[in-house]
């Protein structure tokens, strides 16, 4: 047992095999978030029964989990310094990024996201599947945001939106880390057979700070609820990652679930400088924004309908969706 000194007071536990902090631990008496250093080896359903545990008081303590190794840590430990950098010279929150693929309810819930963020005047990008490519994202997990949530299915290798985004496709050394990313989908904190998660590998690839996920399949009523608790805690002023799920007040069915938190728990939510100016400039056209026909029309070799060449017409309707 090891106490840090930051912020907040760590609580660092090494378990050799197994599972080897539970429920009313006095250890964690007085602290605010606790980490468990664990092994490689330790599929995360193994190490914690969900995003944290009780003290001997009855108190929920949010933890997070560090599947390190020699290589791995010192790619976590560059972006958790690069991230805590940001909040000691003040940065603001955001910009978030809203994530997800193409499906009615995934689009639905990063809208609703960005509804409730915008309104505490941050900063937000609506990057899902039907706006940015594959390879658009992952540079734009690169520019340093300081929260990305994705909506949608998801796998233990990845996302499946975007046509199936995997560790493969994170940015390989990225200019500036994620604060957070938040998979509220499926299994994305799954061993699922071999190697590392993909939840785990956002943190030990030192793309963010701090990373969501789940050990297996999630409910879709659950997940929303999670999105708009947390957002609605961080639009209330909550700088921090684990400010965030202690003022979201999650019920007990969501606290110990499927949900797994990896990285620093403490992870600041703000964005590097050049995040925002960054982020506008990555192209991530509204589908259903209003063109123009006749600039349409010079552009493309096949002939377009007199109406067509004098209306303003709208985009879906323009490619026939």
Request: with cysteine; proline share 5%; net charge neutral.
């Amino acid at each position: 047992m090891k106490e840090m000194s930051f912020e907040t007071r760590l609580v660092e536990v090494y378990p050799k095999s197994g599972f080897d902090l539970k429920d009313g631990d006095e250890r964690l008496l007085g602290v605010d978030v606790f980490v468990v250093v664990s092994p490689r080896g330790l599929a995360p359903s193994k190490v914690l029964p969900g995003l944290g545990l009780c003290d001997s008081e009855g108190r929920f303590v949010l933890g997070a989990m560090l599947p390190l190794s020699r290589i791995t840590a010192s790619a976590f430990c560059r972006s958790a310094c690069a991230v805590e950098k940001r909040a000691l010279r003040g940065q603001g929150l955001g910009p978030a990024l809203l994530l997800g693929e193409w499906e009615p309810r995934a689009r639905k819930m990063a809208l609703r996201s960005i509804r409730c963020l915008r309104e505490a005047d941050i900063a937000c990008f609506q990057w899902t599947a039907d706006r940015v490519t594959r390879d658009a994202l992952s540079e734009g997990l690169s520019y340093g945001a300081g929260l990305a949530l994705y909506y949608g299915h998801g796998r233990s290798v990845g996302w499946t939106g975007y046509h199936g985004f995997r560790s493969r496709h994170l940015p390989e050394r990225p200019a500036s880390p994620l604060g957070a990313v938040l998979s509220i989908t499926c299994s994305t904190a799954s061993r699922g057979g071999g190697g590392l998660s993909f939840a785990e590998r956002l943190v030990t690839l030192g793309v963010s700070a701090a990373s969501l996920g789940a050990t297996r399949k999630t409910r879709h009523l659950s997940n929303a609820y999670l999105a708009s608790s947390v957002c609605e805690a961080i639009a209330g002023g909550a700088t921090r990652l684990y400010e965030a799920f202690r003022q979201a007040r999650l019920p007990e069915d969501i606290l110990f679930s499927s949900y797994r938190l990896f990285g620093d728990p403490t992870a600041s939510l703000a964005g590097s400088e050049a995040s925002f100016e960054a982020a506008m400039g990555l192209y991530a056209p509204d589908p259903d924004e209003r063109v123009d026909r006749r600039r349409i029309a010079s552009e493309q070799e096949y002939p377009v309908s007199e109406k067509a060449r004098t209306e303003d017409v709208n985009l879906v309707e323009l490619i026939g969706l």
